[in-house]
């Protein structure tokens, strides 16, 4: 079993930069990947970003590309993600996930744990 906490979140204006951490126990962390994912109302989840789990590999949803950055810290068991240039369409709740094995993948549903997410609002 694994446990993840994020934190971060916030109001943050256009233009604005956050950094989301999710910290994770329960498990060797190195043995997973990891990702975030986003869900705002009436949307599906999304991806943001996943990386392996040596932190050489990641890939990132189309509309955060060259803004979000995705890193992790294998010996503080955390993952985080940097994200600039915030506008009002990355208004979501931000879930943290990772799934057994060390490859990443884009499909939210290869992922087993969750955390409870963290609000992120990006006002105009």
């Known amino acids: 079993q694994v446990q993840l906490v994020e934190s971060g979140g916030g109001l943050v204006q256009a233009g604005g930069s956050l950094r989301l951490s999710c910290a994770a126990s329960?498990?060797?962390?190195?043995?997973?990947?990891m990702g975030w994912f986003r869900q705002s109302p009436g949307k599906e989840r999304e991806l943001a970003a996943v990386i392996d789990w040596t932190g050489d590999i990641t890939y990132y949803g189309d509309s955060v590309k060259g803004r979000f950055t995705i890193s992790r810290d294998n010996a503080k068991s955390t993952v985080y993600l940097q994200m600039n240039s915030l506008k009002p369409e990355d208004t979501a709740v931000y879930y943290c996930?990772?799934?057994?094995?060390?490859?990443?993948?884009?499909?939210?549903?290869?992922?087993?744990?969750w955390g409870q997410g963290t609000q992120v609002t990006v006002s105009s």
């Open positions: 329960g498990r060797t962390f190195s043995d997973y990947a």
């Open positions: 996930a990772s799934r057994t094995g060390g490859t990443a993948y884009s499909s939210a549903a290869l992922y087993n744990y």
